[in-house]
């Protein structure tokens, strides 16, 4: 099979939920998912939630969905009109599709996630 040069191409969300496009930007900042809870504010649990799709962060409270937000560094009007659908570039490696911005398998998580 022939291989095909993904270097510079970026990963896409093809579904309308805001939950792959928190877990893409935690793993891209080497954040664990605790990282996250604590920079925010929330209880871990809280922040799983999001992350799974449990608990939709558009339906959370103002507060809770801004904290969230900055907590992963996004700008909260792109992320509430779905600007995030988009994520980071990507590159082949010997190992599989790597993050560009961290060098991180896009298939990996964070330890301690």
Known sequence: MEQIELSGFQMCHLDSDQHSVLREKRVVLGMTQQQVADKAGIILQQY????????DIMTSSFRTA????EAL?????????GEYT???????SAEGLRYQKTGRLTNEDVAGA
Do not use: L
Not at 48 to 55: D, P
Not at 66 to 69: A, D, G, M
Not at 73 to 81: G, K, R
Not at 86 to 92: L, N, P, T
């Open 48 to 55: 799983q939630k999001f992350e799974s799709g449990e608990r």
């Open 66 to 69: 801004c904290k969230v937000i």
């Open 73 to 81: 560094e996004m700008d909260i009007t792109d992320f509430y009109h």
């Open 86 to 92: 988009v994520g980071e570039e990507i590159y082949s």
